[in-house]
């Protein structure tokens, strides 16, 4: 028993670094290993530079930012999947069933049109996911009795509503210029992603995801229904309120960052719980660490598979909706 935790530790800790060193190394710029290695230490063991500059320039202010980027939207969106999936009962909900992604595509296509500032356009995107979001809220209490499937039609009301408002912006703007950039940004990608706003969106992401990691116990009573919850003396009410703010900030931080990026936080969950069951003390820990492997993984592949970068959303897309399928198939998995 000991060995078999020993090695689960050694998994759970060495895939994530595995992935990180590897990507540290991989691009149309190759760097050996021992040489990342050193320029990597060298700043805290005070190794005399016998490199090019050039090479310190893409391992620092190139390779790292990015690689810290997809590990921390990877990890953020699968957690957020998680949890959401667990508050609505529902294997098919993502970190988007509320409309953020939308809102945040929304803003971010506004940020462009009057803007070419990326803080400025991840910034509109932050705050109209949020806003996107806030928005569901209030027309799910327009019903009389509010639960979560009117929650959930909320956010495809609200989803498509600023969907429609992207389709606008697309329309009226500029062919040659902002359009090219409106639909690259929206495909996702983690080419722009820069050290300051990286720095700025680490706090609205770590916060949140701590929380949810904090409370995931929780997730499992909420996952038994409202009058069972209750009775086990939760606070239902507030426990939503909590999970729904930190999966938003979660991804409307992810979004500003990194445009959109789809199927992950619908598809590593399920992964997790077919490893770990579906015990959200487990699961999300889990969840957390396949998301942050699986898309800075994707996103070596984004930068490699040819000399042109491929957008994330679609690379995510495409490996993420057959495994899906592959997933249902599976009849043992049940929820």
């Not at 389709?167 to 820069?194: H, N, Q, R």
């Amino acid at each position: 028993m000991y060995k078999k935790n020993t090695k689960q530790w050694l998994l759970f800790f060495g895939m994530p670094l595995l992935a990180f060193f590897f990507s540290l190394m991989l691009g149309q710029f190759e760097v050996a290993p021992v040489l990342t290695l050193k320029i990597l230490f060298s700043k805290i063991l005070g190794i005399q530079p016998d490199w090019p500059p050039v090479m310190e320039t893409v391992i620092f202010r190139v390779r790292l930012v990015r690689v810290l980027a997809a590990m921390l939207v990877g990890a953020g969106l699968s957690v957020s999947g998680a949890s959401f999936q667990g508050l609505f009962r529902n294997p098919l909900v993502s970190p988007y069933i509320l409309g953020v992604s939308a809102g945040a595509g929304f803003g971010a296509a506004l940020g462009i049109l009057f803007s070419k500032s990326i803080l400025v356009i991840q910034f509109w995107a932050f705050l109209c996911g949020m806003g996107a979001v806030a928005l569901s809220f209030g027309v799910s209490r327009l019903y009389k009795q509010p639960s979560e499937i009117v929650l959930v039609l909320a956010g495809t009301i609200v989803g498509a509503f600023f969907t429609a408002l992207i389709s606008f912006i697309k329309y009226i703007a500029d062919p040659y210029e902002k359009l090219p950039t409106i639909v690259f940004w929206l495909m996702g990608s983690f080419a722009g992603v820069s050290c300051d706003f990286l720095l700025l969106a680490v706090l609205p992401m770590l916060i949140p995801i701590t929380i949810l990691f904090v409370i995931r116990w929780r997730i499992n009573v909420l996952s038994l229904g409202d009058e069972e919850a209750s009775s086990l003396g939760v606070e239902t009410t507030r426990i939503k309120m909590v999970v729904v703010l930190c999966a938003t900030l979660i991804t409307s931080s992810a979004v500003s960052i990194c445009g959109i990026v789809g199927w992950v936080g619908l598809v590593i969950p399920h992964i997790a719980r077919m490893l770990v069951g579906p015990d959200h003390a487990k699961m999300i820990p889990v969840s957390i660490w396949l998301g942050a492997v699986y898309l800075v993984l994707i996103d070596d592949l984004a930068r490699n598979l040819s000399t042109a970068e491929i957008p994330i959303g679609i690379l995510t897309a495409l490996i993420g909706a057959p495994f899906f399928a592959f997933l249902l198939s599976r009849s043992k998995t049940g929820w």
